[in-house]
């Protein structure tokens, strides 16, 4: 049996095209002028053998006019223009892609030209604005010219028409306004203009459009002087409105810094300056040119959910997305730039990727160059990175965190803490540098303040030993620290740990045996705080203080506050293990100790006393301030 073709019902195509493929309307006239585009390159590309086209590549242009009166846009280019009979297949028959069959058939010698449609649908875009498309048309080396008219839903009638030079002319007249639709926006001469430099700036030919403008003019009238008066008015001027040339497909040589600086404030509204700037140009499993910027300040959005990451997104100079996510891993979403691919498999809309193979690469790619840039910057410019730093620090100690840490090697040695010693942000190849040999561990203590953590008792014995410690003051900063566990095969060591590394077995064993000796007061002091306290114990970190508050098991006082702030009425089930630590060699534990025999109640309110200062130092609140200030006065009188 022959085998039968599928039909289409056009009509019914040509809804479902215009209705559910686009999810921006404006993105029409980017369609057209990417037609007007494919066309121009394409006599181009014919003018390079064939001498009677009579027309230089400074020549070329597209124009876009618009006609308020008539309520009509128009598009026109000096390419290549269309036969009747390619009216009839390009136009009349969708998803016919001549600019497609011109590609294939032109083959390897694509040098010179940059065809952008593929799909045979782009045009169709009219219709979601436009109540009737005319085109007229003369194709190169043709004397007559052809008229395409339809109003999208009826079909579309051709008939021959006068037109001088060879082109296309695209009078694009738009539906009547409607409710919450408001057609005729797109006939503001601002509105075209936001529209062309966006979508299209990076159209290689000119795109040319009236653009008006303000000028002094002298009036009739005399001032009391007797020079005329002046007065401003507007007229109209034809001005080129796109870039054309990307400054990223621009060589390294030809385009410095500053400029690039320039368009990265101008295209991402950044007051200023980035700390760097990153240019690639990448050949291989994809091709693709990326300009990154690795801004200097946070925008005031930016731990919100407002913000949006994600690099802008050109093929062939039309940008296809403004913010695609998925070029840009998480931890790096600070960047800002844009990526020019031509390898890149697009859906038909344009608004989407079809496969993310190549984004992948990208991504893969793009992360170690914004890592190496920042090591760069790090390693040669340590104030800027320390702005930087202050700006997205954040962000990288939560990269370190997410995903149960499986970025920590890649960002371990980007993170930086405050130093004990250097009194300022270092990295933590900076600190295992600087350990004297005996040390074991990475010392680090957490709190509110730089301020509280250098007066915290029991990290006495730690900076006598001259050893450094990490202060942690972001929320996140402990967490980062249990994530990575170790670096460069150095443990991590909070100054609340039992074991610290610092005692020698004798000094152990003394502790042990001071334990068993004064149980019967510990026990008593835990008993009296009636539960507050899951121990009471002997420290051996403590010199000049009397007390401190640690916590056992997994949940430290910082994690407990960072846990009350974030997870509501969960926190109740995520409370620290409070620990009182106590100084045996301390007068005030001796004090406490001759009391316990004679005066249980007065023993007991000591270890109140002692249990609120330790609260106190640790940067946790009272209970209840009021009974321990009254609880103070007793004890002195
Ligand atoms: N201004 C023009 N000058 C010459 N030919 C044109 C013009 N506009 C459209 N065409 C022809 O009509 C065809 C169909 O255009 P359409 O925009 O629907 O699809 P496309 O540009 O080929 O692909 P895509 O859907 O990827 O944009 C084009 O391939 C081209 O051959």
Redesign the pocket.
Known sequence: MAKKQFKSESKRLLDLMVNSIYTHKEIFLR??I???S??ID?LCYISLTDDKVGLNRDDFKITVTADKENRTIT?S?N????TAE?LEQ??GV?A???????KKDIGDKKEDVDI?????????SAFMVASKVT?V?RAYGQEEANMWVSTGSDGYTITPCEKDSA??E?IIALKEDEEGESYGEFLEEHELHRIIKKYSDYIRWPIVMDVTKSRQVETDETDKDGSKKKTWEDYTEKEVVNSRVPIWQRSRSEVSDEECMQFYKEKFFDMEDPVSVIRISAEGAVTYKAMLFIPAKAPYDYYTREYKSGLQLYTSGVMIMETCADLLPEHFRFVRGIVDSQDLSLN?S?EMLQHDRQLKVIETNLEKKIKAELKRLLENDYDKYAAFYKSFGLQLKYGIVNGYGANRDLLSDLIMFYSSKAEKLITLADYVKNMPEDQKYIYYACGESVQKLDKLPQAENVREKGYEILYLTDDVDEFVVKTLIRFEEKEFRSVNDDDLGLETEEEKKETEKLETENKDVLDFIKESLGGKIAAAKLSHKLKSHPVCLTAQGGISLEMERYFAATQGDMAEHMKAERVLELNAGHPVFQALKSTFPTDKEKAAKYAELLYGQAQLIAGVSLDDPAHFAELVSSLMI
Do not use: P, W
């Open positions: 369609e057209i990417s037609n007007a494919d066309a394409k598009v280019d390419g290549i223009g269309m390619e390009n136009l969708i016919k892609s001549g600019s497609l069959q011109f952008i449609g593929q799909f045979g649908v782009g045009f169709y085109v048309t082109g296309t695209i038909i344009r």
